[in-house]
Nanobody, 119 residues
Framework: QVQLVESGGGLVQPGGSLRLSCAAS????????MGWYRQAPGKERELVAR???????MYADSVKGRFTASRDNAKNTVYLQMNSLKPEDTAVYLCHAAILRYGGWSNFWGQGTQVTVSS
């Protein structure tokens, strides 16, 4: 079973920056995709960024140009650098990992880290 441990959330003023980290453990399989989702109160979970083990990173339109996701495959860790934060970025940010194995996808989620953007 894959465990995902997130860190780096907190309270920041509008225009500020935060960096999230998510470390995966518990698998010998290649983690095909790692990424970040977020869920604000009363809203559905939405994709923020996904980083395949090979290929281009994909971002939600709302964060393009402000957020940068990166991945260290050797450490099974994914990062999310968030700049120019806005109040509407306030949400619980959840790390996601997906593994293609045994002919199907297995999806794993972290517990989430709170990001609050407020003055």
């Amino acid at each position: 079973q894959v465990q995902l441990v997130e860190s780096g959330g907190g309270l920041v003023q509008p225009g500020g920056s935060l960096r999230l980290s998510c470390a995966a453990s518990g698998t010998s399989f290649n983690i095909n995709v790692m990424g970040w989702y977020r869920q604000a109160p009363g809203k559905e979970r939405e994709l923020v960024a996904r980083v395949p083990s090979g290929g281009s990173t994909m971002y939600a339109d709302s964060v393009k140009g402000r957020f940068t996701a990166s991945r260290d495959n050797a450490k099974n860790t994914v990062y999310l650098q968030m700049n120019s934060l806005k109040p509407e970025d306030t949400a619980v940010y959840l790390c996601h990992a997906a593994i293609l194995r045994y002919g199907g996808w297995s999806n794993f989620w972290g517990q989430g880290t709170q990001v609050t953007v407020s003055s």
